[in-house]
């Protein structure tokens, strides 16, 4: 609890890891709400300017319902307290027990007292260190057997030279560890959902051919909206298509080679599907 005295010490004391002044409201005050979650937590003090200079802000019904309004469109929501001590505004963030938190502007962290956006690369390491389980591993508690397709079951059969006759999906999910006490996991459902992008919205892949080496002057472009194989095959088949190839003929057969091997193309667009956090929204 921040009561008036604590306060004056803490305006004193000046902008740090856990203080942020602000001369009035912005809505990009959430900036640091998501930064003190993502760290130790910290209090926003609004009515103060960055020379400590006190000017005051109140806290009317319409302030409060917009800060608790950022709060809640972060991701995960931020429970902040909001409070009026004396003339000041003072916004308590608590650290957060989801992180990363994020929001529509990204995500952000405290570092030597101001607010920083985080790199994709703190970010991952923020991910990996904050879940304990994979998005992948994930029981996607939306989808049913319902809402699985028996034809990617034996067209992923089929690529993986399996042979089975009778279909169970229960038992073949089961068995590739993609379903779990008669659930399924996201695993499972970025492979064999009928309709994927119904569960997972951000599960596509962006194929894109440029003229010339500026990335500027766009020629051909592909949105694959579809499970992890489809995107497999169709990234392949766009890459043939753009691709220099010369014919050679051995024997009475005809072969083709193209100007980039097929296998080191095949093994980098499964690593762009392998490699991919799918709880990150963004397509590959």
Same mark, same amino acid.
């Given at each position: 609890?921040?009561?008036?005295?604590? &306060?004056?010490?803490?305006?004193?004391?000046?902008?740090?890891?856990?203080?942020?002044?602000?001369?009035? *409201? #912005?809505?990009?005050?959430?900036?640091?709400?998501?930064?003190?979650?993502?760290?130790?937590?910290?209090?926003?003090?609004?009515?103060?300017?960055? /020379?400590?200079?006190? !000017?005051?802000? =109140?806290?009317?019904?319409?302030?409060?319902?917009?800060?608790?309004?950022?709060?809640? /469109?972060?991701?995960?929501?931020?429970?902040? %307290?909001?409070?009026?001590?004396?003339?000041?505004?003072?916004?308590?963030?608590?650290q957060g027990e989801?992180?990363?938190?994020?929001? #529509?502007?990204?995500?952000?962290?405290?570092?030597?007292?101001?607010?920083?956006?985080?790199?994709?690369? =703190?970010?991952?390491?923020?991910?990996? =260190?904050?879940?304990?389980?994979?998005?992948?591993?994930?029981?996607? %508690? =939306?989808?049913?057997?319902?809402?699985? #397709?028996?034809?990617?079951? %034996?067209?992923?059969?089929?690529?993986?030279?399996?042979?089975?006759?009778?279909?169970?999906?229960?038992?073949?999910?089961?068995?590739?560890?993609?379903?779990?006490?008669?659930?399924?996991?996201?695993?499972?459902?970025?492979?064999?959902?009928?309709?994927?992008?119904?569960?997972?919205?951000?599960?596509?892949?962006?194929? &894109?051919?440029?003229?010339?080496?500026?990335? !500027?002057?766009i020629f051909d472009?592909?949105? !694959?909206?579809?499970?992890?194989?489809?995107? *497999?095959?169709?990234?392949?088949?766009?890459?043939?298509?753009?691709? /220099?190839?010369?014919?050679? &003929?051995?024997?009475?057969?005809?072969?083709?080679?193209?100007?980039?091997?097929?296998?080191?193309?095949?093994?980098?667009?499964?690593?762009a599907i392998i490699?991919?956090?799918?709880?990150?929204?963004?397509?590959?």
């Amino acid at each position: 609890m921040f009561d008036a005295h604590k &306060i004056n010490m803490i305006i004193q004391e000046g902008e740090g890891l856990a203080v942020e002044f602000k001369e009035h *409201f #912005s809505p990009r005050i959430v900036e640091d709400m998501v930064a003190f979650a993502n760290t130790k937590g910290g209090i926003i003090i609004l009515g103060v300017r960055d /020379n400590k200079t006190v !000017i005051g802000e =109140e806290l009317t019904n319409d302030l409060k319902a917009r800060i608790n309004s950022l709060g809640r /469109n972060c991701n995960p929501q931020i429970q902040a %307290k909001v409070r009026q001590v004396q003339n000041l505004v003072v916004i308590e963030v608590p650290q957060g027990e989801e992180k990363p938190y994020g929001c #529509s502007a990204g995500y952000f962290r405290r570092l030597d007292g101001t607010t920083q956006k985080m790199t994709n690369h =703190e970010l991952r390491i923020m991910f990996r =260190e904050h879940e304990v389980i994979s998005f992948e591993e994930k029981i996607n %508690k =939306e989808v049913t057997w319902q809402d699985i #397709s028996r034809d990617k079951i %034996k067209n992923f059969l089929k690529e993986a030279d399996i042979g089975i006759k009778k279909i169970v999906a229960r038992d073949i999910l089961t068995s590739l560890n993609v379903a779990l006490n008669d659930k399924i996991t996201n695993a499972g459902v970025l492979f064999f959902a009928e309709n994927l992008r119904r569960f997972i919205l951000h599960a596509q892949m962006t194929l &894109i051919a440029f003229k010339g080496k500026d990335r !500027i002057h766009i020629f051909d472009r592909q949105d !694959i909206q579809d499970d992890l194989l489809t995107q *497999f095959n169709g990234a392949i088949f766009f890459l043939k298509k753009h691709l /220099n190839r010369r014919s050679e &003929i051995k024997g009475v057969n005809r072969e083709d080679i193209y100007e980039i091997p097929l296998e080191a193309l095949r093994e980098a667009v499964a690593n762009a599907i392998i490699h991919r956090d799918y709880g990150m929204r963004a397509p590959v």
